[in-house]
């Protein structure tokens, strides 16, 4: 009779030991990763100008921001970097501004379409003319006022070429006036959605169901130690 009672004891331990680690998980992997957004007061000057693309750039001690007005694809978006002062790094040093900052949305790329084939619920694809790492932590600003409502929370998802998976990065991306923040630390085909896709690596939900998972099995555990002592 001891030994079943101190079975329950580990058991009820066990089940508060993983709930405590399902509120931590979980809270990891909802976490929104994002920058404080920055009021400029210096003006802007025209870093890049032709008759499709126009990009005013804007410089602080802690950030360099550009807003993109992309004439030929008709849309208007900005990106913030955050300076880092371990890294001796210039955004213009590191990429084409011109050519790297442009985005374009619903696309015909690669990556877009697989993420048309695998998805099926209402998003927004965003694809970067630039394919790769970026120098510093970024912060992208789009205005989705056509596709979503204000107060819609968004899940942001990545497609990962390597793999043709589709990966979970943040939620929360609120709309706020028509636009979005997200931050990335790479360039590639990304979406937003307003529902989790199942199918997703990473997905928040996922972690939930293993945790209830592993809690069901503890109280069936529990519920047989108990029924052998009345035996």
């Given at each position: 009779?001891k030994?079943?009672?101190?079975f329950?004891?580990?058991?009820?331990?066990?089940v508060?030991g993983i709930?405590?680690?399902g509120i931590?998980v979980?809270t990891?992997?909802l976490?929104?990763n994002?920058l404080?957004?920055?009021v400029?007061s210096?003006?802007?000057?025209?870093a890049?100008?032709?008759q499709?693309?126009?990009i005013?750039?804007?410089e602080?001690?802690?950030y360099?921001y550009?807003?993109?007005?992309?004439?030929?694809?008709?849309?208007s978006y900005?990106?913030q970097?955050?300076?880092?002062?371990?890294?001796?790094?210039s955004?213009?040093?590191?990429?084409?501004?011109?050519?790297?900052?442009r985005l374009?949305?619903?696309?015909?790329t690669?990556?877009?379409?697989r993420?048309s084939?695998?998805?099926?619920q209402?998003?927004?694809?965003?694809?970067?003319?630039y394919?790769?790492e970026l120098?510093l932590?970024t912060?992208v600003k789009l205005?989705?006022?056509?596709?979503?409502?204000?107060?819609?929370?968004?899940?942001?998802?990545y497609y990962n070429p390597?793999?043709?998976?589709?990966?979970?990065i943040?939620?929360?991306?609120e709309v706020?006036?028509?636009?979005?923040?997200?931050?990335?630390e790479?360039c590639?085909?990304?979406?937003l959605?307003?529902?989790?896709v199942n199918d997703?690596?990473?997905?928040?939900?996922s972690?939930?169901y293993?945790?209830?998972?592993?809690?069901?099995?503890?109280?069936i555990?529990?519920?047989?130690?108990?029924?052998?002592?009345?035996?």
């Amino acid at each position: 009779m001891k030994k079943q009672i101190k079975f329950l004891i580990l058991c009820i331990g066990f089940v508060c030991g993983i709930t405590f680690f399902g509120i931590s998980v979980t809270t990891l992997f909802l976490r929104s990763n994002t920058l404080d957004t920055v009021v400029f007061s210096n003006e802007d000057a025209v870093a890049y100008q032709n008759q499709k693309t126009k990009i005013l750039k804007t410089e602080t001690k802690d950030y360099y921001y550009y807003e993109i007005f992309d004439y030929e694809r008709d849309l208007s978006y900005s990106w913030q970097f955050l300076k880092d002062s371990n890294k001796n790094v210039s955004v213009e040093d590191s990429l084409y501004i011109k050519e790297d900052l442009r985005l374009s949305i619903d696309s015909n790329t690669e990556g877009a379409g697989r993420i048309s084939d695998k998805v099926s619920q209402k998003k927004l694809i965003i694809s970067f003319d630039y394919h790769g790492e970026l120098p510093l932590a970024t912060k992208v600003k789009l205005n989705v006022g056509d596709r979503f409502q204000n107060g819609e929370h968004l899940y942001l998802y990545y497609y990962n070429p390597q793999n043709d998976g589709i990966e979970y990065i943040m939620h929360d991306v609120e709309v706020k006036n028509g636009y979005v923040e997200f931050q990335i630390e790479h360039c590639s085909d990304y979406f937003l959605t307003g529902a989790v896709v199942n199918d997703a690596v990473n997905n928040p939900q996922s972690v939930n169901y293993i945790i209830i998972g592993l809690i069901v099995i503890v109280f069936i555990l529990i519920a047989v130690t108990l029924i052998q002592s009345k035996k």
